[in-house]
């Protein structure tokens, strides 16, 4: 997952080299680029101040939930490797995804090995040699081993983790829901505002809640 403050650096620099092209670009050209660095600034520059400010605010208010979901979904990881550190005593400072899942599913490092092994007899049935090497490549032993002090614990940790993933999911959808609504800002610039000969145009309104299309004939 893409950290917060990496799309704000982006979002600066992106603002500032749309800036820097919309000055020497065509008006229509120019609105295009100003949707797309922030939905609603090229319906203010097309002097659509309503349909700006709630593209504006929308565009807000998806950042504000992409940055609760992503604190979220930390918090919970967080949690989990605390969790899994205290009940099973886990090495939380190993940095890989598959160790955490496999704390997910076995009760013990002793128990993950032993499927280990029998996927290395699956994998190498007349390689004594290869078995071994498997083992030994995909086991966890030494300060990695670990052995929950009950299944209910290990399913609590399976559920914070699974709470942080949809946490992550959900911040992700955010990410999409962002480039919709430069998409929408983009074609409401071009076909609806600066198109003057266009006969579809959007309807909106900040003093009641209205959203509609209307048509001219």
Same mark, same amino acid.
């Given at each position: 997952?893409?950290?917060?403050?990496?799309?704000?650096?982006? $979002?600066?620099?992106?603002?500032?080299? =749309?800036?820097?092209?919309?000055?020497?670009?065509?008006?229509?050209?120019?609105?295009?680029?100003?949707?797309?660095?922030?939905?609603?600034?090229?319906?203010?520059?097309?002097?659509?101040?309503?349909?700006? &400010?709630?593209?504006?605010?929308?565009? #807000?208010?998806?950042?504000?939930?992409?940055?609760?979901?992503?604190?979220?979904?930390?918090?919970?990881?967080?949690?989990?490797?605390?969790?899994?550190?205290?009940?099973?005593?886990?090495?939380?400072?190993?940095? #890989? &995804?598959? @160790?955490?899942?496999?704390?997910?599913?076995?009760?013990?490092?002793?128990?993950?090995? !032993?499927? !280990? %092994?029998?996927?290395?007899?699956?994998?190498?049935?007349?390689?004594?040699?290869?078995?071994?090497?498997?083992? @030994?490549?995909?086991?966890?032993?030494?300060?990695?081993?670990?052995?929950?002090?009950? &299944?209910?614990?290990?399913? %609590? @940790?399976?559920?914070?983790? %699974?709470?942080?993933?949809?946490?992550?999911?959900?911040? #992700?959808?955010?990410? $999409?829901?962002?480039?919709?609504?430069?998409?929408?800002?983009?074609?409401?610039?071009?076909?609806?505002?600066?198109?003057?000969?266009?006969?579809?145009?959007?309807? =909106?309104? /900040?003093?009641? =809640? &209205? /959203?509609?299309?209307?048509?001219?004939?």
């Amino acid at each position: 997952m893409i950290k917060p403050m990496f799309f704000f650096l982006a $979002g600066t620099v992106l603002l500032n080299i =749309t800036a820097g092209i919309a000055q020497a670009l065509r008006p229509e050209t120019k609105v295009i680029f100003a949707s797309a660095a922030i939905p609603g600034w090229g319906q203010f520059l097309n002097k659509d101040q309503d349909k700006g &400010e709630i593209m504006l605010w929308a565009e #807000s208010a998806i950042w504000l939930l992409y940055s609760g979901f992503y604190r979220y979904g930390v918090f919970q990881t967080n949690d989990a490797l605390l969790f899994a550190r205290r009940y099973a005593n886990a090495n939380i400072k190993i940095k #890989s &995804e598959k @160790y955490f899942r496999a704390l997910e599913r076995y009760n013990s490092a002793e128990e993950y090995n !032993i499927a !280990i %092994r029998r996927e290395a007899r699956a994998l190498y049935p007349n390689d004594p040699q290869a078995q071994l090497n498997y083992f @030994y490549n995909n086991g966890y032993f030494g300060d990695s081993v670990w052995t929950w002090k009950s &299944e209910s614990l290990r399913f %609590r @940790y399976w559920d914070q983790r %699974r709470k942080a993933k949809q946490a992550f999911t959900r911040a #992700s959808f955010c990410i $999409g829901a962002s480039l919709l609504n430069r998409v929408i800002s983009i074609i409401d610039c071009y076909y609806f505002s600066f198109n003057k000969l266009s006969r579809v145009n959007f309807r =909106t309104s /900040l003093n009641k =809640t &209205e /959203l509609g299309i209307e048509y001219r004939f």
